[in-house]
């Protein structure tokens, strides 16, 4: 029997700089609102269970969302995104398996790159394991630091809170994560806000996990336009225009 998978979706936000009062993922790419590409191709998968963390005008996205079998949990203040995950522990809480943890606003992942994130979580047996990508220009991203040149990660960085030589790596963290469920839930209770955004960090679990001894991995994804995300109006449209070019 294989082992069942879950998916959380973040799409609590509401996108200050898209200039609009909307929830950030029911803005429109080719006429739909841009979580649900991502929708699409996590249920071409096969998923066991899915859940939505909204919050910023949470109604619109469960009317938008009425005809996709999901879940919502709220999450009534923004405090970051392992804060977000935690709103689902509930639903979660007898769930044995592995979790997905997706971003709303990175509507292109592709089947392939999220059905290669989770075989290679299953097949090693990882705690957690981070998809990331190379950009020429990782402004803004947090940034994997490996274990040497392993396969391991040892933690992300977020841009605000990383040195000099840490923006120096032009490997980033995708937000895409899969995760062994009852370790993702021990991890989170660990995770506090000291950093510069003041927010709990869902990144901040890999730190935690790998400092316990636990394998937490990471694989590259092919394509990089693939896990961008949308953060205005202008990248909106960018990536629109690349993924119709495709």
């Not at 996108?15 to 609102?33: A, F």
């Not at 044995?96 to 606003?105: I, K, Q, R, Y």
């Not at 402004?139 to 000099?164: F, P």
Request: with cysteine; glycine share 8%.
């Amino acid at each position: 029997m294989s082992e069942k998978r879950a998916a959380i979706i973040l799409a609590a936000g509401k996108g200050k700089r898209m200039k609009s009062d909307l929830p950030k993922v029911l803005h429109q790419i080719s006429g739909r609102p841009m979580i649900e590409f991502l929708l699409d191709t996590l249920i071409s998968i096969g998923l066991d269970k899915t859940i939505v963390v909204i919050g910023y005008k949470g109604e619109l996205v469960q009317q938008a969302l009425s005809r996709y079998p999901v879940e919502f949990a709220w999450q009534r203040e923004q405090l970051g995104t392992g804060h977000a995950v935690q709103m689902t522990a509930n639903q979660l809480a007898d769930f044995e398996g592995t979790t997905l943890v997706a971003a709303g606003d990175v509507p292109y992942l592709s089947k392939q790159s999220i059905t290669i994130l989770f075989e290679t979580h299953q097949k090693v047996g990882a705690a957690a394991t981070c998809l990331s990508a190379i950009f020429d220009d990782p402004t803004g991203y947090g940034r994997v630091i490996r274990e040497g040149n392993s396969d391991i990660l040892r933690e992300i960085v977020e841009h605000k809170d990383a040195s000099a030589e840490v923006l120096a790596i032009n490997e980033i963290n995708s937000g895409t994560f899969c995760f062994d469920n009852k370790e993702l839930f021990a991890a989170l209770q660990e995770v506090n806000s000291n950093n510069t955004q003041g927010e709990y960090y869902l990144t901040d679990t890999v730190k935690i996990m790998h400092n316990k001894g636990l394998r937490v991995g990471v694989v590259t994804c092919e394509n990089a336009d693939e896990v961008r995300g949308v953060n205005s109006i202008d990248q909106l449209k960018e990536l629109e225009r690349k993924i119709q070019q495709k």
